[in-house]
């Protein structure tokens, strides 16, 4: 993937939604990849850019 994909409000929604259910690394708001002893706010849910390597790579191609 080229660039920063940006998303809309609608678009966002639906990635938080994939992020909250079904991302491994996603614990009560935090990413535990971006964990460094302390907690770590996931960056995916507070922006409208796909940031996430992981969330790209391994949770959007599991979502049809």
Do not use: H
């Not at 940006?6 to 971006?34: E, F, H, M, W």
């Amino acid at each position: 993937m080229n660039g920063v994909k940006r998303l809309t409000p609608p678009q966002s929604r639906k990635v938080n939604a994939l992020v909250r259910r079904t991302c491994c690394n996603y614990d009560n708001g935090n990413c535990i990849l971006l964990d460094d002893g302390d907690e770590c706010v996931c960056p995916q849910l507070i922006s409208y850019s796909l940031l996430c390597k992981w969330f790209r790579v391994a949770v959007l191609p599991a979502d049809r």
